[in-house]
């Protein structure tokens, strides 16, 4: 596959989910960005917006396996990954799959489960595979979670620990829609939901391709410093308890790759890595607790580090 394929399939997927999706490019864009990076995404918004019918379109338009977990407080870690149970015909033990073995899988209010059901989860992003009873089991190709949150202040809800936000590559709000976007919403789904006649423009084979070709996206000796000097500015920050990570840093990187393939380029700048940043490092970065109080915003401070913190000769072809 070449660049310039990359980034025609990117906008025919665009195009596709936003049949569905009004008016939320970039929350359709940072979602696809997300996929070929190789990443999850963490969709935190009020009820009601559309997190979970993107993540149903999205799936549909790659034409890939979908499932749907509801987060409950009751909700069993087996229930995700699934549990080995007594086969009576074969007489011996099975294991059986739980909904996470499918290409896309919503996490729909992950934060309503309890803390031991969410961490079901960081194998199966992490590592690409579920481990029960001593044995490792494969999860399919592409593995794309999208999981959905409320916000914190929202009843009935356990914040995400900090290892399991590390593993989510950007954290997405769709946000409401202007008048004019929630007007055609309203007028397109008079007669039926437009999901129900949406087809899919790609497979899960030329999404594996994809997510090489942006692996391949040339990246600047230079630019490795930029990004590095962006994680040393947050790990030294006085106001920040927790800093950006290394895995934190390589997921910025290879988002900025697959943001640069999106614009028709083999190469990645300062300014991929500048559009990505925020959704990319705010849920990693957590700020001392007299710095919440006095109303301290983390997306502020990232966008005051891309302003600071000195970019030097970052864009280049050469590898």
């Not at 699934?82 to 294991?95: L, N, R, S, Y």
């Not at 592409?142 to 009935?156: H, L, R």
Request: overall charge negative; charged content about 20%.
């Amino acid at each position: 596959m070449q660049i310039e394929q990359y980034a025609e399939v990117v906008q025919r997927l665009t195009l596709n989910i936003e049949q569905v999706i009004v008016g939320k490019r970039g929350v359709v864009e940072g979602c696809l960005i997300g996929l070929l990076a190789g990443g999850h995404i963490l969709l935190e918004d009020v009820p009601g917006v559309g997190k979970t019918m993107l993540a149903k379109t999205l799936a549909r338009s790659l034409g890939a396996s979908y499932k749907r977990i509801q987060f409950t407080p009751d909700l069993l870690p087996s229930d995700v990954t699934g549990t080995v149970v007594f086969d009576q015909t074969g007489g011996d033990f099975k294991f059986r799959e739980g909904p996470v073995f499918s290409h896309v899988v919503l996490a729909d209010e992950i934060n309503r489960a309890s803390p031991k059901t969410q961490s079901a989860l960081l194998e199966c992003m992490e590592e690409g595979q579920v481990t029960a009873d001593l044995k490792t089991h494969h999860l399919p190709e592409p593995f794309f979670v999208i999981a959905t949150q409320n916000p914190t202040e929202y009843e009935g809800v356990y914040p995400l620990p900090e290892s399991q936000l590390d593993r989510f590559a950007m954290r997405l709000s769709i946000g409401y829609p202007d008048l004019a976007a929630e007007k055609a919403l309203m007028q397109q789904q008079r007669l039926q939901h437009p999901i129900e006649t949406l087809q899919s423009v790609t497979d899960v084979g030329e999404i594996q391709a994809m997510q090489a070709v942006a692996r391949s996206v040339s990246v600047h000796d230079n630019l490795y410093d930029y990004v590095l000097r962006l994680a040393q500015a947050t790990r030294t920050h006085r106001q920040l308890m927790l800093g950006l990570s290394p895995r934190g840093s390589l997921t910025l990187v290879r988002a900025s790759q697959a943001l640069a393939g999106a614009r028709g380029r083999d190469y990645a700048t300062p300014d991929d890595v500048k559009t990505v940043a925020v959704p990319v490092l705010s849920h990693r970065l957590i700020a001392h607790p007299e710095a919440r109080v006095s109303g301290f915003s983390v997306e502020h401070l990232v966008g005051e580090l891309l302003q600071t913190v000195p970019v030097e000769n970052a864009a280049s072809k050469a590898a």
